[in-house]
């Protein structure tokens, strides 16, 4: 079968072509991402309506493009699949109307997306990956793991209860003067740091549930900044570093618990797979530690190349190629929902994060 995805719900517009294969496999005919960082870059953050007046300005042009690349023609389709939520509504109707247009036009099935549905399956669209397996999501919008016990079947352990971890990573560098997306700039800066230097704390370490507080670490970092006045490239370097093997030691002891957690929900997953997904996951320092903790506790991991970790629309048209399979599509009048847990289930413990958010 062969799917169209469209993905508008921060400040990537993006479409893509999968083929899924008889036999379960997936394929990539085309996978196109265009990223509105230089036109956010200014304001150090998303800006809801710029973002939205992007996605329509481009794409057209993109789902045309994705669609060419595929050799493929509208008719060809099997359906259309674009994120609904959660996310920026400007956005989120922008691709969910080109969606709900392509499928009346061509007289296709519509498949509305849950962008954390996409981030959940995408490791499948790889490789073959058994359910349950646990993931571990971590976004500028989002931070959370989830066992994902099969299409549409998710339960989530623990999340943020404050900042997002790419969200921290953001401020701290913006707290030390780097640009916006902060993450890459200061893995690069830290690097060269003494992350002994500065000791942070480790929020929630310790803790018997599979949550994550950050806004305390970057108040310390804030603390920290303030105090040293005019930074040195020497201060900038440790104060990463630091920030860095808190936010490592954090995670590693949040994952443990959480394979535990596992564990105990699912005794009979003899070698269950450990997903990563989101923007963060590209961190080495982080990969290090997730590597050491999953070996730990017998768990194989798999982490998506950087392309599929980050927003893009070969995760949705996968997650509408999984759903389409089930038979689950749904009606033109479907919504676009700026929140929507995964796990709709499970009444939220705490927020999923900041009101208009990435995801
Ligand atoms: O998944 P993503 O591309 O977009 C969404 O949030 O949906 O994630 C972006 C986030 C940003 O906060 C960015 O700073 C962070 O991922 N990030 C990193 C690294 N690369 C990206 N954080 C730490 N280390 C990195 N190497
Ligand atoms: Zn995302």
């Avoid at 083929?19 to 991402?33: A, D, M």
């Avoid at 359910?131 to 352990?157: K, M, N």
Wanted: charged share 20%.
């Amino acid at each position: 079968m062969h799917i169209l995805g469209i993905e508008t719900s921060c400040d990537e517009t993006a479409a893509a072509v999968v083929r899924r294969h008889g036999s379960g496999q997936g394929e990539i005919l085309s996978n196109l991402v265009l990223s509105q960082t230089a036109e956010h870059a200014p304001y150090g953050g998303v800006v809801p309506e710029i973002a939205a007046r992007a996605h329509i300005e481009h794409l057209d042009r993109l789902v045309g493009q994705a669609m060419m690349e595929a050799g493929l023609d509208y008719q060809d389709l099997d359906a259309v699949a674009a994120t609904a939520g959660p996310g920026l509504l400007g956005g989120l109707l922008v691709g969910l109307t080109m969606a709900k247009a392509i499928a009346l036009g061509h007289g296709k099935p519509l498949i509305a997306v849950n962008h954390l549905e996409g981030h959940a399956l995408t490791a499948r669209l790889m490789q073959e990956v058994a359910f349950p397996y646990l993931l571990l999501l971590v976004s500028g919008g989002h931070t959370q793991f989830q066992i994902v016990e099969g299409v549409g079947r998710y339960h989530r352990l623990g999340s943020t209860i404050d900042d997002a971890l790419g969200e921290a990573f953001d401020k701290v560098a913006k707290l030390l003067g780097l640009g916006y997306p902060g993450g890459p700039q200061l893995e690069q800066r830290a690097r060269g740091g003494n992350p002994q230097r500065f000791s942070f704390p480790r929020p929630l370490k310790g803790r018997r549930d599979c949550n994550f507080s950050f806004s305390g670490l970057k108040t310390a970092v804030r603390e920290t900044v303030s105090r040293l006045g005019r930074l040195s490239d020497e201060d900038v370097a440790d104060v990463a570093a630091g920030f860095e093997a808190a936010v490592a030691e954090t995670v590693a002891d949040r994952l443990a618990m959480a394979a535990q957690a596992f564990r105990a929900a699912h005794p009979e997953a003899a070698a269950p797979a450990l997903i990563v997904a989101g923007g963060v996951a590209a961190n080495q320092r982080l990969r290090a530690v997730i590597a050491d903790v999953a070996a730990l506790h017998g768990f194989s991991l798999v982490v998506p190349p950087p392309r599929l970790c980050t927003d893009n629309a070969a995760m949705i048209a996968w997650a509408g190629a999984e759903r389409l399979q089930l038979g689950l599509t749904d009606d033109l009048s479907v919504a676009a929902r700026a929140r929507w847990p995964l796990d709709v289930a499970q009444a939220p413990v705490y927020g999923t994060g900041k009101l208009g958010a990435k995801v």
